[in-house]
């Protein structure tokens, strides 16, 4: 299996309980896929640049998560046509675990 982050915007419109249900709903997806959901992080409301879709704010997601590539697509797939997703993106997770730090001074 290979590590995935994906982001997720949502319409804060069109979810009411401000995502709690579609994170749940991702993990079940995750997890039925037989992949491994290993962090759900809510950044909450933020103001766009530009309006998506006529919406000037939307709610914003981050999942990392374990999968085969095949459960990618069936990801993509599913929320491709949500109309509570107004974007999301799904990135091959490549930070280190243990990231090493340079100090001001050290060479």
Not at 13 to 26: H, L, N
Not at 39 to 49: A, C, D, L, V
Request: net charge neutral; glycine share 8%; aromatic share 12%.
């Amino acid at each position: 299996m290979k590590k995935y982050e994906a982001v997720f915007i949502l319409d804060i419109r069109k979810t009411d309980d401000d995502g709690a249900a579609f994170c749940k709903e991702f993990a079940d997806l995750v997890k039925n896929l037989g992949g491994v959901l290993g962090e759900s992080t809510p950044m909450g409301r933020k103001q766009f640049t530009y309006p998506i879709d006529k919406r000037r704010a939307g709610l914003y997601f981050d999942f990392v998560f374990e999968i085969e590539t095949s459960g990618v697509k069936a990801i993509k797939d599913k929320y491709r046509l949500d109309e509570r997703v107004l974007r999301n993106m799904i990135l091959a997770f490549d930070r280190p675990d243990n990231p090493v730090t340079a100090k001001l001074g050290d060479e």
